[in-house]
């Protein structure tokens, strides 16, 4: 009888983590390490970096690393030298970079709409096209995983430009996976939701973020029981484990699909957990109506 470890057949493969210094990068490394895989870590995050591949080398095992801004497809590109030198071949590639700051699309600067663009898409395209190359050496195929999002298939508003990007990668995914079949490389997203990592805390202001957590922890986990099917926010140790999987043979015949590890909200589409024994519906029932807003106030500031 085979074991797990013996199904996804990870020990020995050679992987690229872009954005894997710290958040769930972090925790995706420290996975595929765990599971006998070689990285090279790419992160514009020094400290974060320093820290991840310190603790990889100080285990003993060897970590390629390089600091990056990969909007910058230069010093991207300076990374993948250094993977093309080190790795023989490569197995598995996982964009993880990404992120965004809430913002009111018509507040936007074209600037910073570029900047979401790079940052959720275009990075992707270039980090895949030194990537492939790499993996044909090895001859055996490959996996590709690339991190989307649920805002990617729902109206996030305040995120519309990083909605519209992360969709653009889920289309894109669906393209390439059907292009590189042939060759055995599949190509794969993950969409999360809500996973409390530093990433997630820059979407929103540091002030906002400050009054979210001087609420009292009820408080707070009530809000959570009526937003996530699953009441809770999903470890970053989650997302690690579906890129695993992804990478590894366990997936061997999934090609183009979006995997999401968002403890049931992409599937609850809009249904709300309301409170005061309502459960779960799109919107409250009577009781809960007057609970809410018994004085009349509709809950609208400057209204
Ligand atoms: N955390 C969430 O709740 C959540 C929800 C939906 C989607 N996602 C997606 O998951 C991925 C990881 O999210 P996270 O919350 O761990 O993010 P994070 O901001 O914590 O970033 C993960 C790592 O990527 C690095 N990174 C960010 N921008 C970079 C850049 N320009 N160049 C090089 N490295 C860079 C960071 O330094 C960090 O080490 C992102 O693509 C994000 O869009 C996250």
């Not at 870590?41 to 591949?53: F, H, M, R």
């Amino acid at each position: 009888m085979s074991s797990l470890a013996d199904l996804a057949n990870l020990k020995g493969r050679r992987a690229v983590v872009v954005g894997g210094g710290g958040g769930i990068g972090r925790a995706v490394t420290l996975a595929l390490v765990g599971e006998g895989v070689t990285v090279a870590v790419a992160d514009k995050n020094a400290a974060a970096l320093e820290e991840t591949a310190g603790s990889v080398a100080a285990a003993g095992v060897r970590i390629v690393s390089a600091v990056a801004d990969v909007r910058d497809s230069s010093q991207l590109s300076a990374f993948y030298d250094l993977v093309d030198m080190e790795f023989p071949s490569l197995d598995i590639l996982i964009n993880v970079a990404g992120g965004v700051r809430r913002r009111p699309f018509m507040e936007t600067t074209s600037e910073q709409r570029d900047e979401d663009i790079r940052l959720n898409y275009g990075y992707v395209l270039d980090s895949i096209q030194r990537a492939v190359p790499i993996m044909r050496r090895g001859a055996r195929g490959g996996s590709i995983v690339n991190f989307t999002t649920i805002e990617a298939q729902r109206g996030a508003a305040g995120f519309s430009v990083y909605a519209g990007a992360k969709a653009a990668l889920r289309n894109f995914t669906r393209a390439l996976a059907v292009e590189l079949g042939h060759e055995r490389i599949r190509v794969n997203c993950i969409a999360p939701d809500s996973t409390p990592s530093a990433g997630n805390r820059n979407a929103l202001a540091a002030e906002t973020i400050a009054e979210l957590e001087r609420l009292p922890a009820e408080v707070h986990a009530a809000g959570v029981r009526m937003a996530i099917p699953m009441e809770e926010a999903v470890p970053e140790q989650q997302l690690a484990n579906a890129a695993l999987f992804l990478a590894s043979d366990l997936s061997a015949y999934i090609t183009g699909a979006s995997l999401p590890v968002d403890g049931g909200t992409s599937a609850s589409l809009g249904f709300v957990n309301w409170p005061f024994g309502d459960g779960p519906l799109p919107i409250p029932l009577a009781g809960t109506y007057r609970r809410l807003f018994a004085d009349g106030q509709n809950g609208r500031d400057g209204e």
